[in-house]
């Protein structure tokens, strides 16, 4: 069974940081790109940032220069580091698996940027 369970989300002020975590389960980690969405009401989900298997990064433009991924395929892990946080950030954010067509979600982790 596929598991891919978010933590570290919360409430944070603006101008602060979270360090968001994904630890997958039931998959060859190592064999998938990884990913971190969100999506905020009213809104579509949205690339955040992937990371392929062999580290190659992306990320989505309200992302670059304040968020950066990272995986640990020892742990199988995906990490997201998000800097200098704006209200807009509010979302929350799920964890992506994916490779050749299939994709596997995790739950979602709630981020709330507000003073």
């Known amino acids: 069974q596929v598991q891919l369970v978010e933590s570290g989300g919360g409430l944070v002020q603006p101008g602060g940081s979270l360090r968001l975590s994904c630890a997958a389960s039931?998959?060859?980690?190592?064999?998938?790109?990884m990913g971190w969405y969100r999506q905020a009401p009213g809104k579509q989900r949205e690339l955040v940032a992937a990371?392929?298997?062999?580290?190659?990064?992306n990320y989505g433009d309200s992302a670059k220069g304040r968020f950066t991924i990272s995986r640990d395929n020892a742990k199988n892990a995906v990490y997201l580091q998000m800097n200098s946080l704006k209200p807009e950030d509010t979302a929350v954010y799920y964890c992506?698996?994916?490779?050749?067509?299939?994709?596997?979600w995790g739950q979602g982790t709630q981020v709330t940027v507000s003073s």
């Open positions: 990371i392929t298997r062999g580290g190659s990064t």
């Open positions: 992506n698996a994916g490779v050749a067509g299939t994709n596997y």
């Open positions: 039931g998959i060859i980690f190592s064999f998938y790109a």
